[in-house]
């Protein structure tokens, strides 16, 4: 089985899908890896790594897709892409299908398997496999040193000849994979920490990473397979006056507050921002989904109300070395799991491949995706 990975064309990305070390062991375990040439090197894995590790390099991408029998990507192909691949051949990558419609059309038309790495379902067995999780977990991490790195202001408690300078206060909205790292990196850099998050479950795993947890009284929501379901707008009115003054005191402000298949909720309005200390600062990694700050712009850092909102897409694209290699094993997991070097096995009913395939050979195949594209 042919495998191809190619330079990402999507801007600002500089993550790889597959690096020299999973080459090596996708080619002892048989597949013939094809690399695009130069695609692992905004990641710092050059031609000659790939090649050593037994990869061959192809100049010409349409040449290389045209030999594919699958093509292994972090972003969704692009209809150039699909167009280049042969009819009945796979994808693998992020695919966030339900944002798509046109590509999902493309792929029926041209009877392409579609995988998506943010479907594989959230279960134990499939922990190897979950990008959503490896990469949120980068972006936790660098949303607190962004925010540091604007912020006027250390984070650590400091006595000094000169004067005792006090910690700064961050309040994190969203205390999933993302927002628990930004916890630990926050605290590990002496920061005091608040958190707020609609699952009650999360208090507990904030406290123990030793920050203090803003509960809305009412118990918070129904979560379906861990993940928060959408609040009233009642209950977001409960949260905004319930964190409305910690968001004044606060010095940084990261949001990674999202709900799945839906637009991310508004937590800091224009209202509040203007109630936050001249040179504070928002970190928005919310902002792919449409932001949990009203004022933040997507892609953009902006001083708004004396506030820096910064509103930075893709971070992990910032951190694409330790990116490439998680995403790498996590992609290179789920392919071993549904294909042998013959080719792929196609059990239709396993979950994990239920879970995580689209399009299967024309026909759209996934019931998620499916309700939200009527
Ligand atoms: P996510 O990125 O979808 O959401 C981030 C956080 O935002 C969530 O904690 C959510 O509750 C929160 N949120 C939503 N609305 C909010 C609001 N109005 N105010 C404040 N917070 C709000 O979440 P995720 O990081 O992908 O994790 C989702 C769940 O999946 C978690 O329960 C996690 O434990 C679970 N998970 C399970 C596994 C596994 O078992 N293999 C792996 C990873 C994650």
Same mark, same amino acid.
Not at 73 to 101: G, Q
Not at 236 to 260: P, R, S
Not at 278 to 284: C, H, N, Q
Not at 326 to 335: K, P
């Given at each position: 089985m042919k495998l191809a990975i190619v330079k990402e064309t999507k801007t600002a990305e500089s993550r790889v899908a597959i690096t020299p070390d999973v080459v090596k062991s996708l080619v002892k375990a048989g597949f013939t890896c094809l690399i695009e040439s130069s695609a692992g090197m905004a990641s710092g894995f050059g031609d000659h790594a790939y090649e050593q590790a037994g990869g061959a390099i192809v100049a010409d991408k349409a040449t290389l897709l045209q030999q594919a029998d699958a093509l292994l990507k972090v972003n969704a192909p692009t209809f150039e892409e699909l167009e280049a691949l042969r009819e009945e051949s796979v994808t693998i990558s992020f695919l966030y299908a339900y944002t798509v419609p046109d590509l999902v059309n493309h792929c029926l038309r041209r009877r392409i398997s579609a995988f998506a790495m943010d479907a594989v379902p959230r279960i134990s067995r499939a922990q190897k496999m979950d990008a959503l999780s490896s990469q949120a977990n980068l972006a936790g991490y660098k949303t607190v040193i962004l925010g540091a790195n604007a912020l006027g202001k250390i984070f650590p408690l400091m006595m000094t000849a000169a004067g005792t300078i006090t910690p700064a206060k961050v309040l994190i909205f969203g205390a999933g994979v993302a927002g628990l790292q930004a916890v630990a990196t926050a605290k590990r850099l002496g920061a005091v920490v608040e958190v707020t998050d609609v699952r009650p479950e999360t208090k507990e795993q904030v406290e123990s990473l030793g920050g203090r947890f803003i509960?809305?009284?009412? /118990? /918070?929501?129904? %979560? @379906? /397979?861990?993940? $928060? #379901?959408?609040?009233?707008?009642?209950? +977001?009115?409960?949260?905004?006056? =319930?964190? &409305?003054?910690?968001? &004044? @005191?606060?010095? =940084?402000? !990261?949001? %990674?507050? +999202?709900? !799945? /298949? #839906? #637009? $991310?909720? !508004? +937590?800091? %309005?224009?209202e509040m921002v203007k109630t936050m200390k001249a040179g504070s600062v928002i970190v928005d990694m919310a902002v792919e989904s449409g932001g949990n700050c009203a004022l933040s712009e997507y892609g953009s850092t902006v001083v708004k109300h004396g506030v820096t909102i910064i509103g930075e897409a893709n971070l992990p694209a910032l951190l694409p070395v330790n990116a490439s290699e998680l995403y790498a094993r996590n992609i290179s997991t789920l392919l071993l799991h549904l294909a042998d070097k013959e080719g792929f096995k196609w059990e239709l009913d396993e979950e994990i491949t239920k879970g995580a395939l689209i399009i299967h050979r024309g026909t759209l195949v996934h019931a998620f995706t499916k309700e939200l594209l009527n």
């Amino acid at each position: 089985m042919k495998l191809a990975i190619v330079k990402e064309t999507k801007t600002a990305e500089s993550r790889v899908a597959i690096t020299p070390d999973v080459v090596k062991s996708l080619v002892k375990a048989g597949f013939t890896c094809l690399i695009e040439s130069s695609a692992g090197m905004a990641s710092g894995f050059g031609d000659h790594a790939y090649e050593q590790a037994g990869g061959a390099i192809v100049a010409d991408k349409a040449t290389l897709l045209q030999q594919a029998d699958a093509l292994l990507k972090v972003n969704a192909p692009t209809f150039e892409e699909l167009e280049a691949l042969r009819e009945e051949s796979v994808t693998i990558s992020f695919l966030y299908a339900y944002t798509v419609p046109d590509l999902v059309n493309h792929c029926l038309r041209r009877r392409i398997s579609a995988f998506a790495m943010d479907a594989v379902p959230r279960i134990s067995r499939a922990q190897k496999m979950d990008a959503l999780s490896s990469q949120a977990n980068l972006a936790g991490y660098k949303t607190v040193i962004l925010g540091a790195n604007a912020l006027g202001k250390i984070f650590p408690l400091m006595m000094t000849a000169a004067g005792t300078i006090t910690p700064a206060k961050v309040l994190i909205f969203g205390a999933g994979v993302a927002g628990l790292q930004a916890v630990a990196t926050a605290k590990r850099l002496g920061a005091v920490v608040e958190v707020t998050d609609v699952r009650p479950e999360t208090k507990e795993q904030v406290e123990s990473l030793g920050g203090r947890f803003i509960q809305v009284e009412d /118990g /918070g929501v129904q %979560t @379906e /397979g861990g993940y $928060a #379901k959408a609040v009233s707008d009642e209950y +977001l009115q409960k949260q905004k006056d =319930l964190v &409305a003054k910690h968001v &004044a @005191e606060a010095d =940084l402000v !990261i949001a %990674t507050a +999202l709900v !799945i /298949g #839906k #637009k $991310a909720p !508004i +937590l800091v %309005t224009e209202e509040m921002v203007k109630t936050m200390k001249a040179g504070s600062v928002i970190v928005d990694m919310a902002v792919e989904s449409g932001g949990n700050c009203a004022l933040s712009e997507y892609g953009s850092t902006v001083v708004k109300h004396g506030v820096t909102i910064i509103g930075e897409a893709n971070l992990p694209a910032l951190l694409p070395v330790n990116a490439s290699e998680l995403y790498a094993r996590n992609i290179s997991t789920l392919l071993l799991h549904l294909a042998d070097k013959e080719g792929f096995k196609w059990e239709l009913d396993e979950e994990i491949t239920k879970g995580a395939l689209i399009i299967h050979r024309g026909t759209l195949v996934h019931a998620f995706t499916k309700e939200l594209l009527n």
